[in-house]
């Protein structure tokens, strides 16, 4: 796919996406828009950039939402499972975000009650510029009405309001919303590792109550024998937690 633009794949139906464990290379776009599937396995994506398309607007909640994911912006399947799949590259949100926002690295939102497990995003994320809107980030999963097990993040995400923020962020390594959450890594405790992947970096001035987390940001029913090696840093003041 290198050097040729993508269309991401819309209203997909089938029972199930099998990757074969083969590696894709230079999509400009998410893999799946929006999808019905109920089973996603074997994906390895590998892409230099994504960028914020218009066919990510969907309605959630009887509101506009910029859902994105570079394996599955939105996936509207209750029982839908992801396993064993991949991401690499660098995700960007554009300047003057005027629309609510759930962006993650693999997936942006899924209805999805059932379980996502062996994933795994080195995807940076980058959100910058006039943000108008509330935006829910995470490394892996934006939000999820199911379960992660064995979710690893490698990719660091900046967000940077130019203008003063007046509304809610939620942005953390795996998750910003979801069910229970296990044996899930922000970042990695290998040697010389601790501290240079998973890290969450916030500048520009917040004016709202906000939530940031390693593991996860908002909400989780529980988090069990999780880690974060990343660190948060919120307009220059350093936390690692």
Not at 197 to 204: D, H, Q, W
Request: hydrophobic residues 30%.
């Amino acid at each position: 796919m290198t050097g040729k633009t993508w269309t991401p794949i819309e209203g997909f139906a089938g029972n199930m996406f099998n990757g074969g464990g083969f590696k894709i290379k230079g999509l400009t776009a998410p893999l799946f828009g929006a999808t019905t599937t109920g089973f996603i396995t074997n994906v390895h994506l590998e892409f230099d950039e994504m960028k914020y398309y218009d066919q990510t607007i969907h309605q959630i909640g009887g509101n506009d939402w910029v859902v994105m994911g570079a394996l599955v912006c939105f996936l509207n399947n209750t029982s839908a499972i992801i396993s064993n799949c991949s991401v690499s590259g660098t995700i960007n949100i554009p300047d003057g975000m005027a629309k609510l926002g759930y962006i993650g690295g693999i997936v942006g939102y899924t209805t999805s009650t059932r379980k996502f497990s062996h994933i795994v995003s080195k995807a940076d994320i980058n959100v910058s510029g006039n943000i108008q809107k509330s935006q829910f980030i995470a490394g892996c999963v934006s939000y999820t009405a199911g379960s992660l097990d064995n979710c690893q993040n490698l990719g660091n995400i900046s967000v940077n309001p130019t203008s003063s923020a007046t509304y809610e962020f939620a942005v953390s390594g795996i998750t910003a919303l979801s069910g229970d959450i296990t044996n899930c890594i922000n970042g990695s405790d290998k040697d010389g590792e601790i501290g240079k992947y998973g890290n969450i970096t916030i500048s520009g001035t917040l004016n709202k109550t906000n939530y940031f987390g390693g593991i996860s940001s908002k909400q989780a029913t529980n988090i069990k024998n999780s880690h974060n090696y990343g660190n948060i840093d919120v307009g220059g003041e350093q936390k690692n937690q």
